[in-house]
């Protein structure tokens, strides 16, 4: 018998794929990590990445079942097939954590950030802001004679490519809340 | 019916619901309530210990001898920390123990108050899961619910953080039978994939049983099942050290330990299997040697309780996610229900090649001339204590090897001993532990002189309680295991490994109240023992060993496993310059 014939795919008992390629190549994945809403579960989620080396590009919680306590915690991580599967088993091993799902392999999902940016200018640079604002489906939520706040939802590249154009026009401030994702279609993860 | 009590009425009521009988701790500001209930009543023995870190060690030392929960009772700040060294050992064993600290009151937490720490927050990596109480309502469910997460699936300690004002108050008890709780392991494992296991069985030509503390942590009844399978296989079987005991030491496919000081046949077994069965271990750098050459020729099953140490740093072929028990026993009714056979003459040719590194006789030694020799000290131990009721703990360093190489162990829960954190101090609060639990048994500890004094205080507990352990101390006035590796790969420069100014132990030991016995004739040795074992009490056995004697066989670190050192004369260059960065 040689390693190569096993089939692959998840362990029936297990809700993780126990069967991974181990490449090397470093892949980006987003984890939807449903959790207890109790004090200190997201400090053991960010001690489990800080104290094993763990990539987090970004990282978003909230409670999302008021009754029912839960929260939703969405992570940005990146790694080889090998560490996405050990963070996800660490994950999954925290006690007051329910679920972890991988939107990443799990099917299409959706992801969005909303941004708020900052942009002071007068004059031409000012008028290009708003044009590009417009083309980017960006709304004022503040202004003043000098400036404006832009409030913008879409994917992080869509938000990158915004800020970097409103950089040569007189950005000052960015805030941004990190992804939120959900998988695509009817089924639900909760 | 409701019951109102105190929270630190709780506590105690708590515990004895639990079934606890003995708390090793020690008292302090934060935690006088409880102590003032565990003073009017009877039913759980508290075992004050010299120092928290004691307490730990002890809890750890009773559970691993039971396969019951171990508890430690310490007060805040200082107490709590001096508690991170243990909570951190017994995770690394993945040994159940509950330790409750002491807390300021609600209302200081956060004004660095006296003898305030960040509890829940400095051992929240150190710890299984942990809690700060801040409502007494919630004091009891969340102790039954710290005793079912500290023993269900892999194993591990908690903490419970109860602030001062909580112990005061009162608040309604709800009972262990109320206790909900999500947390709750797979157990079974993937019967599929147990079949595809039992397919390699069948077919391998080169066997090995890789077993590991989880058939110790999923109780006697996996020690018991291993053995069956090993019987109807007749394949041969090795262990870390922290599976020692899980298979008998006397039994007829019993390699030894493996790892870097594992015998010559169970690493060479490793390296050249073609089928590994992983039960219940962890691929340790201690066993592993060199990863891109570990048993590259092999399939690798893993049984494993846990997600997270499955493919975390070897790759395997057939994962199985489950309690060690039920996975073997699903195995084992799948081997004979499908009426499975090995590959018989296959099975033969292995073991006669077996049997060729065993004739190599890697822990051979002679006792020559007028020192101990410190193989000889243990196998002598070995013969002298055979017959007792034997439990064994250790500290850390090359006597921890000795005792693992030269000691047998028949039984699982015997072995007690600090393996993944490697923690000097161990030995000696586990050995009172491990007495609290078995009274009658003889309970040796099995120490170097440097790790001895790291807890030697807690022989003042065991005279407390009349707890008659044998602290045997090989005593080679060096820090053997560092001396050793600076010989190797520092250039015999011994840096700070003297062990200068050492007390007199058999003093020492009169000072304690305790026996003591010092022996430096291998011709007094077996004498020497004898009166250890038949004194009624506490004993601290100085026996005076060859000073420079290195711990063989040994696999240098960054080689493979068939790149053992059996002996002294190899060592020279032995480690290259990418070894010297691995521990």
């Given at each position: 018998m040689s390693p190569l014939n096993i089939k692959k795919g998840a362990s029936s008992h297990s809700a993780y794929d126990l069967?991974?390629?181990f490449g090397d190549t470093v892949e980006r994945h987003t984890l939807a990590v449903i959790v207890e809403n109790e004090p200190g579960v997201l400090a053991r989620v960010i001690g489990l990445f800080a104290g094993r080396g763990y990539n987090i590009e970004s990282l978003t919680v909230a409670e999302i079942d008021h009754t029912g306590h839960r929260s939703r915690i969405t992570i940005v991580t990146t790694g080889t097939p090998q560490v996405i599967v050990q963070?996800?088993?660490?994950l999954g091993r925290i006690v007051p954590v329910h679920?972890?799902?991988d939107l990443t392999v799990e099917g299409p999902s959706v992801e969005r950030e909303l941004a708020l940016l900052k942009v002071a200018g007068r004059g031409d640079a000012r008028v290009e802001a708003l044009r590009l604002a417009d083309i980017f489906r960006a709304s004022v939520v503040d202004s003043t004679l000098q400036s404006f706040v832009f409030e913008i939802t879409g994917t992080p590249e869509k938000?990158?490519?915004?800020?970097d154009l409103m950089r040569p026009l007189g950005l000052q401030e960015v805030a941004r809340t990190?992804?939120?994702?959900?998988?695509?279609?009817s089924d639900t993860l909760v | 019916m409701t019951k109102m009590m105190t929270g630190a009425k709780m506590?105690?009521?708590?515990?004895m619901d639990q079934g606890v009988e003995v708390v090793f701790g020690y008292p302090g500001g934060a935690v006088l309530p409880i102590y003032d209930e565990i003073f009017q009543q009877n039913q759980i023995q508290h075992v004050l210990v010299r120092h928290e870190q004691g307490a730990v060690h002890a809890a750890e030392g009773y559970a691993r001898s039971t396969g019951k929960p171990g508890v430690a009772l310490v007060t805040s700040g200082p107490g709590a920390t001096n508690a991170v060294t243990g909570l951190t050992d017994a995770l690394m064993d993945s040994i159940p123990i509950i330790v409750l600290t002491g807390q300021v009151p609600t209302f200081m937490i956060g004004t660095d108050a006296f003898q305030e720490?960040?509890?829940?927050?400095?051992?929240r990596p150190c710890t299984k899961h942990n809690w700060l109480i801040k409502d007494t309502d919630k004091l009891a469910n969340t102790i039954h619910e710290a005793f079912h997460v500290a023993t269900s699936g892999r194993p591990g300690p908690v903490l419970i953080d109860i602030p001062k004002d909580v112990q005061f108050a009162t608040g309604t008890y709800s009972e262990k039978s109320k206790r909900k709780s999500h947390y709750a392991p797979q157990v079974k494992g993937d019967i599929a994939m147990i079949t595809e296991l039992a397919e390699a069985m069948a077919t391998a030509k080169r066997p090995v049983f890789y077993t590991g503390g989880g058939v110790i942590n999923s109780g006697p009844a996996a020690s018991q099942l291993l053995r069956e399978l090993v019987e109807a296989t007749g394949f041969p079987i090795t262990s870390t050290l922290m599976g020692l005991g899980c298979y008998p030491a006397s039994g007829p496919a019993w390699l030894g330990m493996l790892g870097m000081h594992g015998t010559y046949e169970a690493n060479m077994v490793m390296h050249d299997c073609d089928l590994m069965i992983n039960v219940g271990a962890r691929?340790?750098?201690?066993i592993t040697g060199r990863l891109d050459a570990f048993s590259p020729k092999s399939v690798k099953a893993h049984i494993d309780i846990d997600a997270s140490s499955i493919n975390k740093v070897v790759r395997v072929d057939i994962p199985i996610l489950g309690d060690v028990a039920h996975v073997l026993e699903d195995l084992l009714k799948v081997w004979k229900t499908q009426g499975r056979r090995t590959d018989k003459e296959a099975l033969a040719k292995w073991w006669k090649q077996i049997k060729t590194w065993q004739a190599t006789d890697c822990l051979g030694f002679t006792q020559d001339g007028p020192v101990i020799r410190p193989q000889y000290a243990m196998s002598r131990l070995e013969a002298l204590t055979k017959g007792h009721d034997r439990y064994i703990t250790t500290e850390v360093g090359q006597h921890q090897m000795w005792a693992a190489q030269y000691l047998g162990f028949e039984d699982p829960n015997r072995w007690m001993t600090s393996g993944g954190l490697g923690t000097m101090g161990y030995g000696t609060p586990a050995s009172i532990g491990v007495q609290m639990a078995h009274r009658d048994a003889l309970v040796i500890n099995v120490a170097g002189e440097a790790s001895w004094l790291m807890n030697m205080q807690e022989m003042g507990t065991a005279m407390q309680y009349g707890l008659p352990v044998k602290q045997f101390i090989l005593n080679n006035e060096r820090l053997g295991m560092v001396r050793q590796w600076q010989q190797l790969l520092h250039g015999e420069r011994y840096s700070q490994s003297w062990s200068q100014s050492l007390p007199d132990f058999v003093k020492l030991a009169e000072a304690f109240g305790a026996k003591g016995i010092r022996c430096s004739d291998p011709a007094d040795l077996d004498e020497a023992i004898a009166e250890m074992i038949a004194y009624d009490g506490p004993v601290i056995f100085d026996c005076l060993v060859e000073k420079h004697e290195n711990c063989f066989p040994m696999i240098p670190s960054g080689k493979a496993h068939n790149e053992m050192l059996l002996r002294d004369a190899q060592v020279k260059g032995a480690i290259g310059a990418t070894g010297a960065v691995l521990v």
């Open positions: 069967r991974s390629t963070i996800k088993a660490q679920e972890v799902h938000i990158d490519a915004f800020a990190g992804v939120a994702a959900l998988s695509r279609g | 506590v105690v009521q708590a515990l720490a960040d509890t829940v927050g400095i051992t691929f340790d750098d201690r």
